[in-house]
């Protein structure tokens, strides 16, 4: 169940409420709601850190890419050399 609008402080707001009131009957609720709103806080920050980790990863192999090719591009490079005409071509 999804609430608009609605933060793990509000449902924490609501369980001090009971405490103060005594009344429990709908504590049981708010501690469901609470615990499923940690755990897609859990799961969030686990994508994140997957995520930072795929792409820290790929950075690094992009790096030796261009570490390579501009070593290669140091490297001197020779001029493509003209066709040879055989013995007694014109031109």
Same mark, same amino acid.
């Given at each position: 169940?999804?609430?608009? +609008?609605?933060?793990?402080?509000?449902? /924490?707001?609501?369980?001090r409420?009971? =405490? #103060?009131?005594?009344?429990?009957?709908?504590?049981?609720?708010?501690?469901?709601?609470?615990?499923?709103?940690?755990?897609?806080?859990?799961?969030?920050?686990?994508? +994140?850190?997957?995520?930072?980790?795929? /792409?820290?990863?790929?950075?690094?192999? =992009? #790096?030796?890419?261009?570490?390579?090719?501009?070593?290669?591009?140091?490297?001197?490079?020779?001029?493509?050399?003209?066709?040879?005409?055989?013995?007694?071509?014109?031109?």
């Open positions: 169940m999804s609430y608009v +609008n609605r933060t793990m402080c509000d449902v /924490l707001r609501e369980m409420k009971c =405490l #103060k009131t005594n009344n429990f009957s709908y504590l049981g609720g708010l501690i469901e709601e609470a615990q499923s709103m940690g755990n897609r806080m859990e799961a969030g920050l686990e994508n +994140n850190s997957s995520r930072r980790y795929k /792409l820290k990863m790929k950075i690094t192999k =992009l #790096k030796a890419e261009v570490k390579d090719l501009k070593r290669a591009s140091d490297e001197p490079v020779e001029a493509p050399q003209p066709p040879r005409r055989g013995f007694g071509a014109k031109g």
